[in-house]
């Protein structure tokens, strides 16, 4: 990639070796995103660029939004009548104030049972072609009932006492009415109407955003340097690109404590398939700073952290002799490697990814 004036410029920005030239930098990334460096991805991935979330979130043509239907989405998904108890909601998860996460490692639910896993936020759930962190649910009507009906959640045996309970409700039922022309209360209209809900939130506007825009003043010089050692020398383009900063795959990062307490195989729960043991979807990075903890388990409590374990290449556990033939013991993901970052690197990463 050539900068204005024909310096190949972007091959020197790295800690060791000459000092960064943050004026080359702003050049080059002043330019339509077309012109931007190329990213640093491994060959057969599929990438796309960085862009702005379209403001518009896809939905399906059998499950069209009103208002109606939001406004009843959102009231069912703070009622904890919805649950065993009368004291859970969907919202005890997924908080607005905590980037639609709950700030836990893995969330608590019914009778103050731990889960496995951590609350994946909501935010970008309209824009995600799987639901769960083991995509177990193709979409939003599907994976609305899930919760209700997990043990550890929200612990209903059935369906039919929260119907009940909801069909009890005057006002829900006036609600009903109004969203689909029938007082009609059965599972699916209770999940087209989660789903609705869901599909109406959005990361707010951050400075990537912004700078995406064309306000390429709303990146100062670290960040900038951030956004460059993302999509080049940290690899992180790989797995976290497009307007939803994800690949919609799944990927084993080496923390899935096969045959140990925490163990979790993740996707290989849903197919079966030992191909897909520990491997668990690819988040999007949208709103990243303010949903800590990370990971499927919760494991990194810091933004730091995580970009330090990347860094490292992540761990490769290798099977002990009783392990050596099991099919469901994970391979490392090909795509991990140690990336040998300096710290002002890393640290510059952070605080690009506390923009987006």
Known sequence: MQAPGGAACTDRLRTDGPPVDFACLRRVYAQPSERWPAPHVDPGVTWRELAPLPRTPPTPADNP????????????????????????????????????????????????????????????????????????????????LHPLVDGREMANRSLAPTIRRVRRDPAYRAAFAAAYGSDRIDAQSIARSLATFQRSLAPRTGRLDRFLAGRTDQLDDRQLWGLHLFRTHARCMNCHSGPEMTDHGFHNLGLHF???????????????????????????????????????????????????????????????????????????????????????????????LEQV
């Open 258 to 352: 096969h045959g140990r307490r925490r163990q979790d195989l993740g996707r290989y729960e849903v197919t079966g398939d030992p191909a897909d043991a520990g491997q668990f979807r690819t988040p999007s990075l949208r709103g990243v700073a303010r949903t800590a903890p990370y990971m499927h388990n919760g494991l990194f409590p810091h933004l730091l952290g995580v970009v330090r374990a990347y860094d490292a290449g992540m761990p490769a556990p290798r099977p002990s002799p009783a392990q050596r033939n099991d099919p469901t013991f994970p391979r490392p993901d090909p795509l991990l490697r140690p990336l040998k970052l300096q710290r002002e690197e890393i640290e510059a990463i952070v605080d690009f």
């Open 65 to 144: 939004s009103t208002p109606e239907r939001v406004a009843l989405g959102k009231r069912l998904f703070e009622d904890p009548r919805l649950s065993r108890s009368g004291q859970i909601a969907c919202a005890n998860c997924h908080d607005p104030q905590l980037g639609w996460a709950d700030g836990r490692s893995v969330s608590f639910g019914h009778d103050r049972q731990t889960g496995r896993r951590n609350a994946i936020s909501v935010a970008t759930s309209a824009w995600m072609r799987t639901l769960f962190w083991d995509g177990r649910a193709a979409s939003l009507e599907d994976q609305a």
